[in-house]
């Protein structure tokens, strides 16, 4: 089993970023594919973007591609989502998940923290 907390939302404005983290404990982190998914109040729960265990490999969702940036670091078992000019279609509570494929489909991953609010509003 593998335990997470996400940390790094906040109240930002239209433009700004912020850095999400998703600090892990438990099982060997780096068997995980880690993803990320939003949900904003009203709207289904949505992927992000996600990143293999096995080799780094990285996903987006097309909204996000070019502005947003998934990493891990395996030595500190974290990973990040790294999220520039966000906008108010942005918002929403941010949640990772853990599992064994890198993939957009929320039903393939095992492991969910708490989630992390991100605000977008001037």
């Known amino acids: 089993q593998v335990q997470l907390v996400e940390s790094g939302g906040g109240l930002v404005q239209p433009g700004d970023s912020l850095r999400l983290s998703c600090a892990a404990s438990g099982s060997r982190f780096d068997y995980y594919a880690i993803g990320w998914f939003r949900q904003a109040p009203g709207k289904e729960r949505e992927g992000v973007s996600a990143?293999?265990?096995?080799?780094?490999?990285?996903y987006y969702v097309d909204s996000v591609k070019g502005r947003f940036t998934i990493s891990r670091d395996d030595a500190k078992n974290t990973a990040y989502l790294q999220m520039n000019n966000l906008t108010p279609d942005d918002m929403g509570v941010y949640y990772c998940?853990?599992?064994?494929?890198?993939?957009?489909?929320?039903?393939?991953?095992?492991?969910w923290g708490q989630g992390t609010q991100v605000t977008v509003s001037s």
């Open positions: 998940a853990a599992g064994y494929i890198a993939t957009m489909d929320s039903s393939r991953y095992d492991y």
């Open positions: 990143i293999s265990g096995s080799d780094g490999e990285t």
